[in-house]
Protein backbone atom coordinates (compact mmCIF):
# COMPACT_ATOMS: atom_id res chain seq x y z
CA UNK A 1 0.00 0.00 0.00
CA UNK A 2 1.38 3.81 -1.22
CA UNK A 3 2.13 5.25 2.06
CA UNK A 4 0.21 8.77 1.31
CA UNK A 5 1.68 12.08 1.24
CA UNK A 6 1.91 14.71 3.75
CA UNK A 7 0.17 17.93 3.60
CA UNK A 8 0.35 20.50 0.38
CA UNK A 9 0.14 23.49 1.49
CA UNK A 10 -0.92 25.17 -1.68
CA UNK A 11 -3.45 22.51 -2.18
CA UNK A 12 -4.82 22.76 1.11
CA UNK A 13 -5.08 26.92 0.17
CA UNK A 14 -7.13 26.01 -3.09
CA UNK A 15 -9.38 23.60 -1.36
CA UNK A 16 -11.49 26.26 -0.35
CA UNK A 17 -10.61 29.68 -1.74
CA UNK A 18 -10.23 30.33 -6.21
CA UNK A 19 -6.55 31.63 -6.25
CA UNK A 20 -4.01 31.98 -4.50
CA UNK A 21 -2.30 35.34 -4.67
CA UNK A 22 1.35 35.78 -4.46
CA UNK A 23 3.18 38.36 -3.80
CA UNK A 24 5.05 41.51 -5.93
CA UNK A 25 8.32 42.59 -6.87
CA UNK A 26 10.68 42.59 -4.07
CA UNK A 27 13.38 44.48 -5.60
CA UNK A 28 11.85 47.30 -6.74
CA UNK A 29 10.06 47.92 -3.12
CA UNK A 30 13.62 47.80 -1.87
CA UNK A 31 14.72 50.15 -4.23
CA UNK A 32 11.32 52.67 -3.21
CA UNK A 33 12.87 52.56 0.98
CA UNK A 34 16.25 53.81 -1.27
CA UNK A 35 18.42 50.49 -1.05
CA UNK A 36 20.86 50.35 -3.64
CA UNK A 37 20.88 47.24 -5.27
CA UNK A 38 22.95 47.26 -8.10
CA UNK A 39 25.57 44.65 -6.85
CA UNK A 40 25.46 41.04 -8.06
CA UNK A 41 24.09 39.79 -4.53
CA UNK A 42 20.92 42.11 -5.39
CA UNK A 43 18.17 42.48 -2.81
CA UNK A 44 20.50 39.44 -1.27
CA UNK A 45 23.24 42.72 -0.50
CA UNK A 46 19.84 44.04 1.87
CA UNK A 47 20.29 41.19 4.17
CA UNK A 48 23.94 42.21 5.11
CA UNK A 49 22.79 46.08 5.65
CA UNK A 50 19.15 46.86 6.53
CA UNK A 51 17.37 43.57 6.88
CA UNK A 52 14.09 45.44 8.59
CA UNK A 53 13.35 46.66 5.10
CA UNK A 54 13.07 42.99 3.40
CA UNK A 55 10.06 42.32 6.46
CA UNK A 56 8.42 45.92 5.88
CA UNK A 57 7.94 45.03 2.30
CA UNK A 58 6.90 41.27 3.18
CA UNK A 59 4.43 42.66 5.35
CA UNK A 60 3.29 45.45 2.44
CA UNK A 61 2.24 42.85 0.47
CA UNK A 62 0.35 40.71 2.96
CA UNK A 63 -1.48 43.93 4.00
CA UNK A 64 -2.47 43.95 0.21
CA UNK A 65 -3.80 40.85 -0.24
CA UNK A 66 -1.14 38.23 -0.68
CA UNK A 67 -1.62 34.66 0.52
CA UNK A 68 2.01 33.96 -0.11
CA UNK A 69 5.42 35.77 0.11
CA UNK A 70 8.12 34.94 -1.92
CA UNK A 71 11.28 35.03 0.21
CA UNK A 72 14.26 37.51 -0.54
CA UNK A 73 16.91 34.62 -1.46
CA UNK A 74 16.82 34.38 -5.29
CA UNK A 75 20.19 35.51 -5.23
CA UNK A 76 21.69 34.30 -1.94
CA UNK A 77 23.47 31.50 -2.14
CA UNK A 78 26.82 30.17 -0.54
CA UNK A 79 29.39 30.70 -4.06
CA UNK A 80 27.43 34.11 -4.16
CA UNK A 81 27.97 35.58 -0.43
CA UNK A 82 31.90 33.91 -0.58
CA UNK A 83 32.45 36.52 -3.83
CA UNK A 84 31.99 38.56 -0.68
CA UNK A 85 34.15 36.88 1.79
CA UNK A 86 31.41 35.80 3.69
CA UNK A 87 32.23 32.09 4.57
CA UNK A 88 30.08 29.20 4.14
CA UNK A 89 28.09 29.24 7.98
CA UNK A 90 27.21 32.87 8.01
CA UNK A 91 26.67 32.43 4.29
CA UNK A 92 24.21 29.80 5.44
CA UNK A 93 22.79 31.75 8.42
CA UNK A 94 21.25 34.27 5.96
CA UNK A 95 19.70 32.24 3.76
CA UNK A 96 17.79 30.96 6.72
CA UNK A 97 17.24 34.57 7.82
CA UNK A 98 15.51 35.41 4.57
CA UNK A 99 12.67 32.91 5.50
CA UNK A 100 12.75 34.15 9.21
CA UNK A 101 11.93 37.72 7.90
CA UNK A 102 9.06 36.85 6.05
CA UNK A 103 7.74 34.65 8.74
CA UNK A 104 8.10 37.65 11.35
CA UNK A 105 6.20 39.86 8.86
CA UNK A 106 3.67 36.94 8.22
CA UNK A 107 3.03 36.37 11.77
CA UNK A 108 2.63 40.09 12.57
CA UNK A 109 0.20 40.95 10.15
CA UNK A 110 -1.85 37.95 11.02
CA UNK A 111 -1.99 38.65 14.86
CA UNK A 112 -3.10 42.28 13.78
CA UNK A 113 -6.84 42.00 13.25
CA UNK A 114 -9.29 39.49 11.93
CA UNK A 115 -9.18 38.16 8.40
CA UNK A 116 -11.89 36.53 7.14
CA UNK A 117 -12.21 35.35 3.50
CA UNK A 118 -8.55 34.58 3.36
CA UNK A 119 -6.23 32.20 4.41
CA UNK A 120 -3.10 32.64 6.71
CA UNK A 121 -0.50 33.53 4.40
CA UNK A 122 2.41 30.76 3.26
CA UNK A 123 6.13 31.55 3.25
CA UNK A 124 7.61 30.77 -0.02
CA UNK A 125 11.34 30.12 0.17
CA UNK A 126 12.48 31.33 -3.66
CA UNK A 127 15.23 29.20 -5.24
CA UNK A 128 16.65 31.20 -8.07
CA UNK A 129 18.44 29.39 -11.05
CA UNK A 130 22.45 28.32 -11.45
CA UNK A 131 22.25 31.43 -13.78
CA UNK A 132 21.27 34.22 -11.41
CA UNK A 133 24.66 33.42 -9.11
CA UNK A 134 26.47 33.99 -12.47
CA UNK A 135 24.51 37.36 -12.93
CA UNK A 136 25.46 37.45 -16.46
CA UNK A 137 22.00 37.19 -18.01
CA UNK A 138 21.93 33.21 -18.19
CA UNK A 139 19.15 32.91 -16.52
CA UNK A 140 17.09 34.00 -19.36
CA UNK A 141 18.76 31.70 -21.88
CA UNK A 142 19.82 28.63 -19.51
CA UNK A 143 22.63 27.48 -21.56
CA UNK A 144 25.04 27.00 -18.36
CA UNK A 145 27.36 24.19 -19.83
CA UNK A 146 27.07 21.97 -16.93
CA UNK A 147 26.02 18.78 -15.99
CA UNK A 148 23.20 17.79 -13.44
CA UNK A 149 26.00 17.29 -10.49
CA UNK A 150 26.76 20.60 -10.63
CA UNK A 151 23.64 21.66 -10.27
CA UNK A 152 22.47 19.97 -7.42
CA UNK A 153 25.68 20.36 -6.05
CA UNK A 154 24.93 24.21 -6.39
CA UNK A 155 21.56 23.87 -5.12
CA UNK A 156 22.06 21.77 -2.51
CA UNK A 157 23.09 24.02 0.36
CA UNK A 158 20.80 26.41 0.10
CA UNK A 159 17.75 23.94 -0.15
CA UNK A 160 19.07 22.47 2.96
CA UNK A 161 19.09 25.96 4.68
CA UNK A 162 15.92 27.61 3.48
CA UNK A 163 13.80 23.63 4.52
CA UNK A 164 15.51 23.82 8.40
CA UNK A 165 14.27 27.67 8.48
CA UNK A 166 10.67 26.09 8.49
CA UNK A 167 9.62 27.27 4.81
CA UNK A 168 6.30 26.28 3.74
CA UNK A 169 7.34 25.91 0.28
CA UNK A 170 9.98 25.96 -2.07
CA UNK A 171 9.65 28.16 -4.98
CA UNK A 172 11.70 27.46 -8.21
CA UNK A 173 11.64 30.54 -10.15
CA UNK A 174 13.00 31.95 -13.24
CA UNK A 175 14.25 28.53 -14.23
CA UNK A 176 15.05 28.98 -17.98
CA UNK A 177 16.04 25.03 -18.56
CA UNK A 178 14.25 21.50 -18.64
CA UNK A 179 17.48 19.90 -17.36
CA UNK A 180 17.68 22.53 -14.36
CA UNK A 181 13.94 21.90 -13.19
CA UNK A 182 14.61 18.40 -13.43
CA UNK A 183 17.47 18.63 -11.26
CA UNK A 184 15.61 20.60 -8.72
CA UNK A 185 12.61 18.36 -8.53
CA UNK A 186 14.82 15.30 -8.04
CA UNK A 187 16.62 16.95 -4.83
CA UNK A 188 13.26 17.39 -3.53
CA UNK A 189 13.52 13.56 -2.97
CA UNK A 190 16.00 14.75 -0.42
CA UNK A 191 14.05 16.43 2.08
CA UNK A 192 10.91 14.38 2.42
CA UNK A 193 8.01 16.22 3.03
CA UNK A 194 8.50 19.49 1.29
CA UNK A 195 6.44 20.96 -1.95
CA UNK A 196 7.62 23.48 -3.67
CA UNK A 197 6.79 24.73 -7.34
CA UNK A 198 8.36 25.13 -10.67
CA UNK A 199 8.40 28.55 -12.43
CA UNK A 200 9.36 29.04 -15.59
CA UNK A 201 11.06 31.95 -17.90
CA UNK A 202 10.11 32.41 -21.07
CA UNK A 203 10.87 32.70 -24.98
CA UNK A 204 7.80 33.26 -26.13
CA UNK A 205 4.01 32.04 -25.01
CA UNK A 206 4.76 28.34 -25.79
CA UNK A 207 8.24 28.28 -24.97
CA UNK A 208 10.85 28.30 -21.99
CA UNK A 209 14.09 30.57 -22.54
CA UNK A 210 16.20 27.59 -23.96
CA UNK A 211 13.38 26.84 -26.39
CA UNK A 212 11.89 23.52 -25.04
CA UNK A 213 8.19 23.48 -25.29
CA UNK A 214 5.99 23.81 -22.01
CA UNK A 215 4.08 20.95 -22.69
CA UNK A 216 7.29 18.73 -22.58
CA UNK A 217 8.06 20.57 -19.22
CA UNK A 218 4.81 19.79 -17.76
CA UNK A 219 4.73 15.84 -18.89
CA UNK A 220 8.31 15.90 -17.52
CA UNK A 221 7.47 17.39 -13.85
CA UNK A 222 4.14 15.75 -14.05
CA UNK A 223 6.17 12.42 -12.36
CA UNK A 224 7.19 14.62 -9.05
CA UNK A 225 4.40 14.39 -6.30
CA UNK A 226 6.40 17.01 -4.47
CA UNK A 227 6.18 19.28 -7.30
CA UNK A 228 3.07 21.23 -6.18
CA UNK A 229 2.69 24.07 -8.92
CA UNK A 230 3.89 24.57 -12.21
CA UNK A 231 3.66 27.69 -13.84
CA UNK A 232 5.97 30.92 -15.25
CA UNK A 233 7.69 33.71 -13.54
CA UNK A 234 9.41 36.80 -14.87
CA UNK A 235 8.17 36.80 -18.37
CA UNK A 236 6.09 39.98 -20.15
CA UNK A 237 2.51 39.55 -19.40
CA UNK A 238 1.89 39.71 -23.18
CA UNK A 239 3.41 36.06 -23.46
CA UNK A 240 1.85 35.06 -19.97
CA UNK A 241 -1.79 33.97 -21.06
CA UNK A 242 -0.56 31.76 -23.77
CA UNK A 243 1.50 29.76 -21.54
CA UNK A 244 -0.85 29.34 -18.99
CA UNK A 245 -3.35 28.00 -21.35
CA UNK A 246 -0.50 25.81 -22.88
CA UNK A 247 0.23 24.54 -19.58
CA UNK A 248 -3.23 24.45 -18.29
CA UNK A 249 -3.64 21.53 -20.75
CA UNK A 250 -0.68 19.36 -20.09
CA UNK A 251 -1.04 19.45 -16.72
CA UNK A 252 -2.77 18.12 -13.83
CA UNK A 253 -0.83 20.73 -11.22
CA UNK A 254 -2.10 24.00 -10.07
CA UNK A 255 -0.71 26.55 -12.84
CA UNK A 256 0.91 29.77 -11.29
CA UNK A 257 1.89 33.00 -13.29
CA UNK A 258 3.60 35.89 -11.87
CA UNK A 259 4.86 38.23 -14.69
CA UNK A 260 6.61 41.20 -14.72
CA UNK A 261 4.39 44.49 -14.89
CA UNK A 262 4.26 45.20 -18.46
CA UNK A 263 7.43 46.68 -18.89
CA UNK A 264 10.16 44.98 -20.92
CA UNK A 265 13.43 44.47 -19.88
CA UNK A 266 16.96 44.37 -21.78
CA UNK A 267 19.48 42.30 -20.29
CA UNK A 268 21.95 43.52 -22.20
CA UNK A 269 21.96 47.19 -20.78
CA UNK A 270 19.82 45.96 -17.27
CA UNK A 271 17.12 48.73 -18.14
CA UNK A 272 13.40 48.23 -18.27
CA UNK A 273 11.07 50.13 -21.04
CA UNK A 274 7.57 50.74 -20.67
CA UNK A 275 4.78 48.58 -21.03
CA UNK A 276 1.19 48.78 -21.98
CA UNK A 277 -0.08 46.94 -18.20
CA UNK A 278 1.69 48.79 -15.98
CA UNK A 279 -0.87 50.82 -13.97
CA UNK A 280 -3.22 48.61 -11.55
CA UNK A 281 -6.25 48.43 -12.81
CA UNK A 282 -4.98 46.76 -16.29
CA UNK A 283 -2.85 44.57 -14.66
CA UNK A 284 -6.04 42.81 -13.23
CA UNK A 285 -7.23 42.77 -16.16
CA UNK A 286 -4.48 41.01 -17.36
CA UNK A 287 -4.68 38.75 -14.19
CA UNK A 288 -8.27 37.92 -14.86
CA UNK A 289 -7.70 36.36 -18.23
CA UNK A 290 -4.78 34.18 -16.93
CA UNK A 291 -7.18 32.69 -14.26
CA UNK A 292 -9.59 32.31 -17.02
CA UNK A 293 -6.89 30.47 -18.92
CA UNK A 294 -6.27 28.19 -16.23
CA UNK A 295 -3.92 29.96 -13.12
CA UNK A 296 -4.74 29.68 -9.74
CA UNK A 297 -1.90 31.15 -8.45
CA UNK A 298 -1.15 34.88 -9.37
CA UNK A 299 0.86 37.68 -8.83
CA UNK A 300 3.30 40.08 -9.76
CA UNK A 301 7.17 39.51 -10.38
CA UNK A 302 9.95 42.26 -11.62
CA UNK A 303 8.37 45.52 -10.80
CA UNK A 304 5.69 44.92 -9.59
CA UNK A 305 3.71 46.77 -6.53
CA UNK A 306 1.72 46.14 -3.50
CA UNK A 307 -0.74 48.64 -5.43
CA UNK A 308 -0.89 46.20 -8.71
CA UNK A 309 -1.56 42.64 -5.69
CA UNK A 310 -4.45 44.66 -3.98
CA UNK A 311 -5.41 45.43 -7.13
CA UNK A 312 -5.63 41.67 -8.19
CA UNK A 313 -6.68 40.51 -4.69
CA UNK A 314 -9.77 42.74 -4.75
CA UNK A 315 -11.19 40.56 -7.39
CA UNK A 316 -11.23 37.75 -5.77
CA UNK A 317 -12.27 38.98 -2.19
CA UNK A 318 -15.05 41.08 -0.95
Same mark, same amino acid.
Not at 95 to 104: F, H, P
Not at 132 to 147: I, K, M, N, P
Not at 216 to 221: G, I, K, N, T, V
Not at 296 to 306: D, E, F, N, V
Given at each position: #?? $??L?????E???DH?? @? #???D?? #????????GCN??D?L????? /? /??Q?E???????D???????C?????YQ???? &???? $?G??EE *????LI??T?T?????R?????E???N?R??? /??A??V?? !? &?A????G?? !??? *?Y?VD? %????????PR #???? @??????????????S? *?????L?K /??? %?????Y??????L??????? %?GTPL??C? !??L??Y?F???I &??N????????EA?? *???V?T? $????? !????? %?S???S??T????E???????A?A????H???? $?L???CC????E?I????S?W?N
Amino acid at each position: #MR $KPLPNNPIEAILDHYP @V #MILDGA #MATELERHGCNLDDPLWSARV /L /LEQPELIRRVHADYFRAGADCAITASYQATVE &GFAA $KGIGEE *QALNLIRQTVTLAAEARDAFWAEAEHNGRPKP /LVAASVGP !Y &GAYLADGSE !YVG *QYGVDD %ERLAEFHRPR #MRAL @VEAGADVLAFETIPSL *QEAVVLAK /LLE %EFPGTYAWVSFSLRDGSRIS %EGTPLKECA !YALEAYPFVAAI &GVNCAPSSAAAEAVA *QLAVHTS $KPVLV !YPNSG %ESYDASTKTWHAGETAACGHFADAARVWHEAGA $KLIGGCCRTTPEQIAAIASMWRN
